[in-house]
C-alpha cells in the first residue's frame, strides 16, 4: 500500500468516525432507565481501524475524531469524558485484538471496548464529583456496553468481509503480519 493510498483511507475513517459521532449526538437518548448512555456508533470505525491499519494509525484515527467531535459540537467536559472512554477502550481493545482472532473474535474485541468506554467516563464523573458513589452506575452503563459491543462487532465485521476496500486492507495489513 502507498502511503498516499494510507493517508486518504486514515482521512476517511476519521470523517467518518466523525461524522458518526456527531450524528449520534444528534440522536436523543435511546435509553430511558440510563440517562446519557450512548450507542458507541463510532467504535465501528474503531474496530476496523484496528483491523486494517497499524497500531499507530489507528490510534490517529481515535484522536482525530476525539479532536474534530469536540471542535463540532462538544464542551470541554464532554471533550474529558469522551478522551478518557475512547483512551482505555482503545487500549484494551488493541490488547484483546492480541490475543488472536482464534482466542477472540471482533465482536469480543468490541466488547470490551463497549465497557471500558463506559469505565473511562465513569472515572472522569467520580474525579469531577469527587465521589467514587459514580460508579454504581457501572452495572447498568456495562450492560448497555455489552449489548451495544455485539451490535457493533457484528457491523465491524460484515463489513470487513463484504466491502471490497476494507477487505483489500485488511488482507495487506494480514500478509504485512505475516511477512514479519
Known amino acids: 500500500m502507498t502511503k498516499n493510498k494510507r493517508l486518504v483511507y486514515i482521512a476517511l475513517l476519521a470523517a467518518q468516525a466523525v461524522v458518526i459521532s456527531l450524528l449520534e449526538r444528534a440522536i436523543p437518548f435511546p435509553f430511558a432507565f440510563a440517562p ?88 472522569v464523573a467520580s474525579w469531577i464529583a469527587g465521589s467514587w458513589n459514580v460508579m454504581l452506575y457501572l452495572p447498568v452503563l456495562s450492560f448497555i456496553g455489552i449489548l451495544s459491543g455485539i451490535a457493533i462487532g457484528i457491523a465491524a465485521n460484515y463489513l470487513l468481509q463484504n466491502v471490497q476496500t476494507l477487505r483489500t486492507f485488511l488482507d495487506a495489513k494480514e500478509e504485512r503480519a505475516f511477512n514479519k
Open 36 to 123: 446519557g448512555a450512548k450507542l458507541g456508533l463510532s467504535n465501528i470505525i474503531t474496530c476496523i481501524s484496528l483491523y486494517t491499519l497499524s497500531t499507530k494509525d489507528a490510534f490517529m484515527i481515535v484522536c482525530i475524531r476525539l479532536v474534530l467531535s469536540t471542535l463540532l459540537g462538544g464542551t470541554i467536559s464532554t471533550f474529558l469524558y469522551s478522551a478518557a472512554g475512547a483512551l482505555l477502550s482503545f487500549v484494551g481493545m488493541w490488547a484483546v485484538q492480541k490475543l488472536g482472532p482464534k482466542r477472540v473474535s471482533i465482536i469480543g474485541v468490541s466488547t470490551t471496548g463497549g465497557i471500558l468506554h463506559n469505565v473511562g467516563q465513569l472515572v
